[in-house]
């Protein structure tokens, strides 16, 4: 009985696991006037978590971007640089077997007419 219990859940893991699709995600950080933005954190948080939906962190290399794969679902992203204000994006759908493009442009943390 416990083999077919045993079983019966690998099976249920197994159909689990097959069903997680990736997404590829390219995605840019810039500022107010247009420059992109190294060394941004970005942070990607599942709407629903499980052991196969985890939160994802990122920093954009040099150019400002990232080129990463995670799990396909709705996500919560956060984008923080150094001397600008945070942004979110609520509930953003990520698709599975597919590349999705996003471009986030953050405001500077000092209002435009203190910049010198």
Known sequence: ???????????VFCASLHAQRSSRV????RDWVGATI???KIKMVPKR???????YRFVTDDTGSIDVEIIDGLYDIEVKADGHK???LKSAHLP???RLGIEMQLKSAVPPHQIT
């Open 1 to 11: 009985m416990k083999l077919f219990f045993v079983c019966g859940l690998l099976m």
């Open 26 to 29: 390219c995605m840019t950080v």
């Open 38 to 40: 190294p060394r941004a």
């Open 49 to 55: 978590a499980s052991i196969f939906r985890k939160e």
């Open 86 to 88: 945070k942004m979110k």
């Open 96 to 98: 599975g077997d597919q």
